[in-house]
């Protein structure tokens, strides 16, 4: 179980949050100690906006009904996704790795494991490929996993039901904060709970607000070690991450982005120009047509986003 602060003295501190729950955040002290405290908090006024991942400072004075943040460190990054009108939404902060996981059942949807690299490329984020339920058989994902390591993208197959390739996994994992993503049913919960044993009864704690209610967190820190943790986010059916670069969708591919030189037009937007260096790769097989096709979706996203 978590352990959490007695709130009866005027205390503050520093920490990483856990998790976020309506207007309140779970906050892992930073002080030295066999297992490290938690304080729930208070968020002060409706614009301050705070992600699992945050680094923060509380106080909790004891006139107050309980501790509230005061602060938000700078954040080293901030991995965040389209939401239905279009506008960014914050997922996690000060990742080190962003982990797509997919598994040969539910199907995998590749445009949406593109989108994730996109958006770790955007952001200048490493990212990792994690192949779930290995045992049922990866033979018909094998194309498109050639495809990914051809592009340098790491790939890992794993099956945590069973526990092949965890210890894999995990020293790929250590020394760093990694986000997990991918589709609903493709079996994070299931990699957390093998990774950090203590993980279910941790999201029993992490999920329950101050006055004991099951709340929708967006993401959740699993601390795996003194330097090592994984950020569980919620399964999702799309994921597109915010055109905050010029030419964003090109630089998310980065066989387009290095093609792209060569095009006829310093301006090429690789969809039906004359001389485009993209479409001819295209049409011998250097970039694979699905990752081709996968750029224009994301390309035609942003075109009807933008102002």
């Not at 790939?155 to 894999?168: I, N, S």
Request: glycine share 10%; hydrophobic share 40%.
């Amino acid at each position: 179980m978590v352990a959490e602060r007695t709130q009866g003295e005027d205390t503050a501190g520093s920490g990483i949050v856990l998790a976020s729950y309506g207007r309140g955040v779970l906050v892992q002290s930073d002080e030295a100690g066999p297992e490290p405290a938690t304080v729930r908090c208070s968020l002060k006024g409706r614009k301050q906006r705070i992600v699992c991942g945050d680094r923060v400072t509380w106080l909790n004075r004891r006139a107050d009904d309980g501790a509230s943040v005061e602060s938000i460190a700078p954040r080293r990054n901030l991995i965040e996704r389209i939401d239905l009108r279009g506008r960014a939404e914050p997922v996690a902060a000060n990742i080190d790795r962003l982990a797509v996981v997919v598994a040969p059942e539910p199907a995998p949807d590749w445009f949406l494991v593109d989108r994730y690299w996109a958006g770790g490329q955007l952001k200048d984020v490493a990212t990792l490929l994690i192949v779930n339920k290995a045992d049922l058989g990866t033979g018909a994902m094998q194309p498109d996993l050639e495809t990914y390591r051809r592009l340098g993208l790491p790939c890992l197959e794993v099956a945590a039901h069973t526990g092949d390739g965890l210890e894999a996994l995990r020293a790929a994992l250590e020394g760093s904060v990694t986000l997990l993503v991918g589709q609903s049913g493709v079996g994070k919960s299931s990699i957390v709970n093998a990774l950090a044993p203590a993980a279910a009864a941790q999201t029993a704690e992490l999920t329950r607000d101050a006055e004991g209610r099951h709340t929708t967190t967006t993401a959740r820190w699993y601390r795996l070690g003194a330097d090592t943790a994984i950020i569980d986010a919620p399964g999702v059916r799309d994921f597109a991450p915010p055109a905050s670069l010029v030419r964003a969708a090109e630089r998310g591919f980065l066989e387009v982005h290095a093609a792209g030189v060569d095009c006829r037009f310093n301006d090429c937007r690789h969809m039906e120009e004359p001389g485009c260096a993209v479409r001819s790769a295209v049409l011998t097989g250097s970039i694979a047509q699905r990752r081709y096709e996968s750029y224009r979706r994301l390309f035609r996203l942003y075109e009807k986003l933008a102002p």
